[in-house]
């Protein structure tokens, strides 16, 4: 029988995410016909890495990201996620799971009618975080994406790249172990992409894991990090320091 410690040292070299043989087909039809989105997908992701997941419309990419989220559940296979078995995750433990998980969209997603620091203070508040903690660390996670002196400012009066930098300080405050950024950069110029990304590479270096799905080619080709490259449903390349295959 393993000893307790050699359970954590088993335990503390897995992959923080690990996809084994996940299907996902979505049904059509009242026959239960399904259109396949994700097949056989296997995928391991450790600790503090950098990740692109790129291909085109349709390859799954938003699947993945769903599934990883607990908002779909496979057809087959299995999903670890942090140590949790999110096929098993019972609907009342989700919340909780997902505090380990923070989210940026294309869209920004901001509350509209609140002001900067609300945005990013709702976060701490979902969890029941004290008063005065979040007085603490709403203010530190501004400072870090460089917003400090906009705390007041309504999302309006901020350009694209200001939002989708309240975006992260938002997804970043509960200090969750992955960021899943789903297109940051796609309704950005490029100083504000770039921005956001030597954001996000400055994030990773404190030991955040980062999943970014994006279909610019550019960035994915000057960064050179892990490339994972989809298409139909399946994974037809990762590249440790990658590039953004063109498709036939």
């Known amino acids: 029988m393993r000893s307790t410690?050699?359970?954590k040292r088993v335990n503390a070299n897995a992959p923080i995410i690990s996809l084994e043989h996940v299907s996902k087909a979505y049904t059509v039809d009242t026959g239960g016909k399904g259109i396949p989105?994700?097949?056989?997908?296997?995928?391991?992701?450790?600790?503090?890495?950098?990740?692109?997941?790129?291909?085109?419309?349709g390859s799954g990419k938003s699947t993945l990201i769903k599934l990883l989220l607990r908002e779909l559940l496979p057809t087959s296979g299995r999903?670890?996620?942090?140590?949790?078995?999110?096929?098993?995750l019972?609907?009342?433990?989700?919340?909780?799971?997902?505090?380990?998980?923070?989210?940026?969209?294309?869209?920004?997603?901001?509350?509209?009618?609140?002001?900067?620091?609300?945005n990013v203070a709702f976060a701490q508040r979902i969890i029941q975080m004290p008063g005065r903690e979040i007085r603490k660390n709403v203010p530190s996670m501004l400072s870090t994406v460089g917003?400090?002196?906009?705390?007041?400012?309504?999302?309006?009066?901020?350009?694209?790249?200001?939002q989708q930098r309240v975006a992260l300080a938002r997804a970043l405050v509960n200090k969750p172990l992955i960021l899943l950024a789903d297109e940051p950069t796609g309704n950005l110029d490029?100083?504000?992409?770039?921005?956001?990304?030597?954001?996000?590479e400055k994030i990773n270096s404190n030991g955040t894991t980062i999943l970014v799905v994006t279909h610019n080619r550019e960035i994915v080709n000057a960064m050179q990090k892990r490339v994972i490259t989809m298409k139909k449903g399946v994974i037809v390349s990762d590249e440790e320091k990658g590039g953004y295959i063109d498709e036939d």
């Open 5 to 7: 410690a050699a359970k």
């Open 37 to 57: 989105a994700l097949n056989d997908v296997n995928l391991h992701i450790n600790k503090g890495e950098f990740v692109f997941i790129v291909g085109d419309s």
């Open 79 to 88: 999903i670890v996620v942090n140590g949790t078995d999110v096929v098993r």
């Open 90 to 118: 019972r609907r009342r433990q989700i919340p909780k799971f997902r505090r380990n998980m923070g989210v940026v969209f294309q869209d920004f997603r901001l509350l509209k009618d609140r002001n900067v620091y609300e």
């Open 147 to 162: 917003l400090a002196g906009k705390y007041k400012a309504r999302p309006k009066q901020l350009s694209g790249g200001e």
């Open 190 to 200: 490029p100083k504000n992409s770039w921005e956001i990304m030597n954001l996000l």
